[in-house]
């Protein structure tokens, strides 16, 4: 079965300072890799995902991140991090259903804090 | 684009009560899931509907819980005689299935369901 683990639970940043988020998955075959981010009462917005191709992809607010297949690994990144950025942030991986749906396995999150 | 829509977005219920929340995708998207997410912890898949076919249901989905989505538009998720452990985040989310879709799945901003 598919697994995501996010070993960060809470970070907390400067603001403007650099940001990595550690994400790493299990799956069996091919991933379908997903950031998503979640503002207090807000739903989950899709940052950036990965399905094939160029393993370095980008998101939107300044994200990207990089699929490396040797380390099971998709971390996000941000060159400098905005007091907006503040939220929580879930990495999740697509295991097929049928056809070409997919459900997504979530990790447990990491809560981004930034200081002013 | 109206995008996912969830009602209500409360729920305060007592034990044993019987309840259901509802689901507007965005409306020419002919998938539907959904997904519940406790307290620190990130989503969990529940069940999916490809138009009105329920096709795919988690071993979370206890026999106290039924989904439907009859005329393959809105859905309606309802939990029979709650308990506590129902207490949670009840997210809906809609895609559009075509060859080359992605997949990506856009969430609404969850029912928070409270057991007293």
């Known amino acids: 079965a598919q697994s995501v683990t996010q070993p960060d639970i809470h970070i907390t940043v400067s603001e403007g300072a650099s940001l990595e988020l550690r994400c790493n998955y299990s799956y069996g075959a091919t991933p379908y890799l997903f950031w998503y981010v979640q503002s207090p009462g807000q739903g989950l917005q899709l940052l950036l995902k990965?399905?094939?191709?160029?393993?370095l992809v980008q998101g939107i607010k300044g994200f990207e991140a990089e699929f490396k297949r040797s380390q099971s690994s998709f971390n996000l990144r941000k060159p400098s991090v905005h007091w907006s950025d503040a939220a929580e942030y879930f990495c999740a991986v697509g295991a097929r259903i049928t056809g070409t749906a997919s459900k997504l396995t979530f990790g447990t999150g990491t809560r981004l804090q930034v200081t002013l | 684009d109206t995008g996912v829509s969830q009602d209500p977005r409360h729920k305060i219920t007592k034990r044993g009560q019987n309840v259901t929340f509802r689901c507007d995708p965005i409306?020419?998207?002919?998938?539907l899931y959904w997904y519940r997410q406790t307290l620190g912890q990130g989503p969990e898949f529940l069940t999916y509907?490809?138009?009105?076919?329920?096709?795919?249901k988690s071993r979370l989905l206890s026999d106290r819980f039924s989904a439907e989505r009859p005329k393959g538009s809105f859905s309606t998720l309802e939990i029979q005689r709650t308990e506590q452990g129902d207490s949670a985040m009840y997210l809906c989310?809609?895609?559009?299935?075509?060859?080359?879709?992605?997949?990506?799945?856009?969430f609404g901003p969850g029912t928070r369901l409270t057991v007293l």
């Open positions: 509907f490809q138009n009105e076919a329920q096709l795919e």
């Open positions: 989310a809609s895609s559009l299935s075509f060859r080359d879709s992605n997949n990506e799945q856009f």
């Open positions: 409306s020419e998207h002919n998938r």
């Open positions: 990965y399905f094939s191709g160029d393993t």
